[in-house]
T-cell receptor
Framework: GESVGLHLPTLSVQEGDNSIINCAYS??????FIWYKQESGKGPQFIID?????DKRQGQRVTVLLNKTVKHLSLQIAATQPGDSAVYFC?????????????FGQGTTLQVKP | GAVVSQHPSRVICKSGTSVKIECRSL??????MFWYRQFPKQSLMLMAT?????????EQGVEKDKFLINHASLTLSTLTVTSAHPEDSSFYIC????????????FGSGTQLSVL
């Protein structure tokens, strides 16, 4: 079936460096994408979203890039901090059904070294 | 952002008992809520869509008689794990659609269920 997956299971970065987390999706009908951050034992926390009519969106210290041609999504975190250590999930909607359901990728663990 | 409250955060129960988990939207009305399940070091898997005033829609492979969902009001959905067994031990997370965009999902804090 259709799925969203991540290229790297674990990313280790030095504090202060920029982080880039990648995600590949396979459903060409998806038109809405979200990045979530999940800390251990907690629910996912919304970071940033992007619609398919955009290719870039910026938030505070975070940027999401969408490349629909190759079905690729990335999350860039500027000046990574220890508090950014968590698992990051990309998620896509089911663009054909308008149900609000989100399909999650497998997750990337971000480790920030002091 | 929209606040979704989930209780309890942790529950330990004996095999064969039933456990109820509550999910509330605190500052908005949610006609649709979603229940996810997450095993350690794995992603979130959608179990069912909870619809206010109607039956829940279950994903393929999820037993509706095992995981009872009730969405009796616009701010409350409950998930009851009936006759729980050790294999039901998992992290259960609810979410609700934020009403302004009608797309963004906000999540509860999750419930860690441990069945002995």
């Amino acid at each position: 079936g259709e799925s969203v997956g991540l290229h790297l299971p674990t990313l280790s970065v030095q504090e202060g460096d920029n982080s880039i987390i990648n995600c590949a999706y396979s459903n060409s009908a998806s038109d809405y994408f979200i990045w979530y951050k999940q800390e251990s034992g907690k629910g996912p926390q919304f970071i940033i979203d992007i619609r398919s009519n955009m290719d870039k969106r910026q938030g505070q210290r975070v940027t999401v890039l969408l490349n629909k041609t190759v079905k690729h999504l990335s999350l860039q975190i500027a000046a990574t901090q220890p508090g950014d250590s968590a698992v990051y999930f990309c998620a896509e909607n089911d663009g054909s059904s308008n149900t609000g359901k989100l399909i999650f990728g497998q997750g990337t663990t971000l480790q920030v070294k002091p | 952002g929209a606040v979704v409250s989930q209780h309890p955060s942790r529950v330990i129960c004996k095999s064969g008992t039933s456990v109820k988990i509550e999910c509330r939207s605190l500052d908005f009305q949610a006609t649709t809520m979603f229940w996810y399940r997450q095993f350690p070091k794995q992603s979130l898997m959608l179990m069912a869509t909870s619809n206010e005033g109607s039956k829940a829609t279950y994903e393929q492979g999820v037993e509706k008689d095992k995981f009872l969902i009730n969405h009796a009001s616009l701010t409350l959905s409950t998930l009851t794990v009936t006759s729980a067994h050790p294999e039901d031990s998992s992290f259960y997370i609810c979410s609700a659609i934020e009403p302004v965009t009608n797309e963004k999902l906000f999540f509860g804090s999750g419930t860690q269920l441990s069945v002995l």
